[in-house]
C-alpha cells in the first residue's frame, strides 16, 4: 500500500480509537467515583488522589476494545463505499490493505503494555488509600455532623452539631480516656478548629468545659477553658494514612514477577497474582487480536462494493462480545481456579488464528485482474518472435 494512503488510514482509525476510548473511559471513571467517593470527598481533597488511581487502569482495559471497535467500523465504512474494490483494483492484497489497521494495532499493544506493567501500577494504590480514608474516617473533612466517630482504637469518641467552615466545627463533644492518666474526660466546646501537622490532626477547642474522672473512683472535676488543645490520629500534611496491607496490583514490573518466583504459598495470593498477570498479558494483546479479527468479519460478511452492508452490525457487537467476554473471565474465573489462565490465553490464541484464517482465505479468493489485449491479438507469456 501507498505510504501516503497508509498513514491517512492509521491516521483516521487512530483518531477514531482514541475518540472510543474517551467515550468509554469516561462513563466507567464516572461511575466508580460516584460509587466510592461520598459527597464529601471533594471537599476533603480526594477527588484527584482518586482519578489518578482509576483512569491508567481503566485507560489500557479499555483501550483493545476501542482499538477493535474503531478498526472494524473503518472497514465497514470502506466496504460500504466501495473503498475496499478499488484496493482490489489496484492489485492490492488483503495483507496491504490491513497493515495500517496492523499499524495501529501493534503500537496499541505497546500503550497497553507500558500502562499495565508500569503507569497503572504506580497509580492504583492511591484510589485504594482514597478508600481506606473513606471507609476509616481518617480525613476530617470527611466527617458528617450529627454523628458519632471513634478513633485511636476507640479511646476516643467525637460528636459535632455542624460545619461553620471546611475546618471549624460548631457544638463539639469529645469523650476521651488517657491511659497515660489513667482518667476519663469529657470535652465540650464552643467550636473547634482541625489544624493539620504532619503526623495527625490537633483539636484546637476554644470556649468550652473538660470533666475528668480517675479510672475506678466516682468523683468528677469540672473546669473551664478558654483553649484545649487535643492530638487526635488522622491523615495529616504528609499524605493519606498508609495501609498495612499491599494488593499484587500495585506491584511494579520487577517485583511482580519476583512475587511469583518466590514461591507463593497462599492460594487466595496465588489466585489474585495469577488474574493480574492474565490481565497484564492478555489484555494489551487483544488491540491487535481485535483488529484484526474486525477485518476478517466484515470482509467476510461484506462485499467489496457494499452489498451485504446489513451485516455489519453483527460485526460490530462481536468485539466488545468478546472482549467483555475475556475481562470477566480473567477476574473472576481466574480468581476461582488459577489453572483456567491457560483458558484465557488460548480464547485469545484461537481469535488471533480465527482472524488470519479469515483473512487468508478473502486473500486467497481476491481474483487476479487481467491485462486487457486489444481484438484480433493473442497474448503471449514471453516477446514476440519474428
Known amino acids: 500500500m501507498p505510504r501516503l494512503l497508509t498513514l491517512y488510514l492509521a491516521k483516521r482509525i487512530a483518531l477514531s480509537a482514541l475518540l472510543i476510548e474517551t467515550s468509554l473511559c469516561v462513563p466507567v471513571i464516572m461511575t466508580s467515583l460516584f460509587h466510592y467517593l461520598p459527597p464529601a470527598a471533594v471537599r476533603s481533597g480526594l477527588l ?3 482519578l489518578l488511581g482509576t483512569v491508567p487502569t481503566v485507560f489500557y482495559i479499555a483501550l483493545p476494545l476501542a482499538v477493535g471497535v474503531a478498526i472494524t467500523l473503518e472497514f465497514a465504512r470502506m466496504s460500504s463505499e466501495g473503498m475496499i474494490a478499488v484496493l482490489y483494483s489496484i492489485r492490492l492484497s488483503v495483507w496491504s490493505i490491513c497493515m495500517p489497521a496492523a499499524l495501529v494495532g501493534v503500537i496499541a499493544v505497546g500503550v497497553g503494555y507500558w500502562f499495565s506493567s508500569f503507569v497503572a501500577p504506580a497509580y492504583v494504590g492511591q ?7 473513606i471507609r476509616n474516617s481518617l480525613n476530617h473533612r470527611m466527617l458528617e ?3 458519632f466517630y471513634t478513633f485511636d482504637n476507640g479511646t476516643k469518641t467525637l460528636y459535632f452539631q455542624r460545619w461553620k467552615s471546611p475546618d471549624v466545627a460548631t457544638g463539639v463533644f469529645i469523650h476521651h480516656f488517657s491511659p497515660e492518666k489513667q482518667e476519663e474526660e469529657i470535652i465540650t466546646a464552643a467550636e473547634t478548629e482541625f489544624r493539620r ?7 484546637v477547642m476554644t470556649n468550652g468545659s473538660i470533666q475528668t474522672r480517675p479510672q475506678g473512683s466516682a468523683d468528677m472535676r469540672t473546669a473551664n477553658f478558654d483553649e484545649y488543645v487535643l492530638s487526635i490520629d488522622m491523615q495529616g500534611t504528609n499524605g493519606m494514612p498508609k495501609r498495612d496491607w499491599r494488593g499484587v496490583f500495585e506491584l511494579p514490573l520487577g517485583e511482580f514477577i519476583a512475587e511469583r518466583f518466590s514461591g507463593l504459598q497462599d492460594q487466595r495470593r496465588l489466585a489474585e497474582w495469577t488474574s493480574e498477570a492474565t490481565k497484564r498479558v492478555g489484555i494489551p494483546l487483544l488491540a491487535l487480536a481485535h483488529g484484526l479479527f474486525g477485518i476478517g468479519l466484515v470482509l467476510t460478511v461484506t462485499s467489496a462494493t457494499g452489498r451485504g452492508s446489513a451485516g455489519t452490525a453483527v460485526t460490530i457487537l462481536a468485539v466488545p462480545v468478546l472482549h467483555i467476554a475475556i475481562l470477566i473471565a480473567a477476574e473472576t474465573l481466574v480468581r476461582r481456579d488459577p489453572r483456567l489462565a491457560f483458558v484465557i490465553f488460548a480464547a485469545i490464541l484461537a481469535e488471533f488464528a480465527v482472524a488470519l484464517f479469515m483473512l487468508h482465505k478473502q486473500n486467497a479468493n481476491m481474483s487476479p485482474v487481467k491485462p486487457l489485449v486489444p481484438l484480433g491479438l493473442t497474448p503471449v507469456d514471453g516477446p514476440a518472435h519474428a
Open 197 to 203: 501537622n504532619d503526623h495527625g490532626v490537633l483539636l
Open 127 to 133: 484510589m485504594h488509600d482514597v478508600i481506606h480514608v
Open 145 to 147: 455532623p450529627a454523628q
Open 48 to 50: 484527584m488522589p482518586a
